[in-house]
């Protein structure tokens, strides 16, 4: 777990010191709704996920006065790992719930880094 958290915070550490070269577009998290409306808000990606279904209404309500697309369900990750403005998907999800979002990712053809 402690290398998945280094990994994605060096994701971010990347976007933030290189804007011009990568951009956020999509954001995801189990349960941790607090932190992706703050990343959300910081990164304004064009999209996040929050696979914890219950919690959908409270980051949609969150995020409301953003542009920002709020989905919900595992489903959804693997749907959007897809979108078209995506270019490389960098996944820290742990054990099997990482298979099938890292699998639409090879699918769709994207460039991938995965901490499992």
Do not use: H
């Not at 998945?4 to 954001?27: E, H, I, M, N």
């Not at 998290?29 to 064009?46: G, H, R």
């Not at 219950?54 to 489903?75: C, Q, T, W």
């Not at 490389?88 to 901490?115: E, F, Q, R, W």
Request: aromatic residues 12%.
């Amino acid at each position: 777990m402690r290398f998945c958290r280094f990994y994605w915070y060096t994701g971010f550490r990347c976007s933030k010191s290189q804007p011009d070269f990568f951009d956020v577009s999509l954001l995801t998290t189990n349960n941790n709704a607090d932190l992706l409306i703050a990343q959300a808000k910081e990164f304004k990606p064009n999209a996040v996920v929050i696979t914890n279904s219950e919690k959908y209404l409270y980051v949609k309500d969150a995020l409301a006065s953003d542009p920002i697309k709020v989905y919900a369900g595992i489903e959804a990750v693997e749907q959007c790992v897809a979108f078209d403005e995506i270019d490389i998907v960098l996944t820290a999800i742990v054990g099997y719930a990482g298979l099938k979002p890292t699998i639409a990712a090879i699918n769709a053809g994207k460039k991938y880094s995965a901490c499992q």
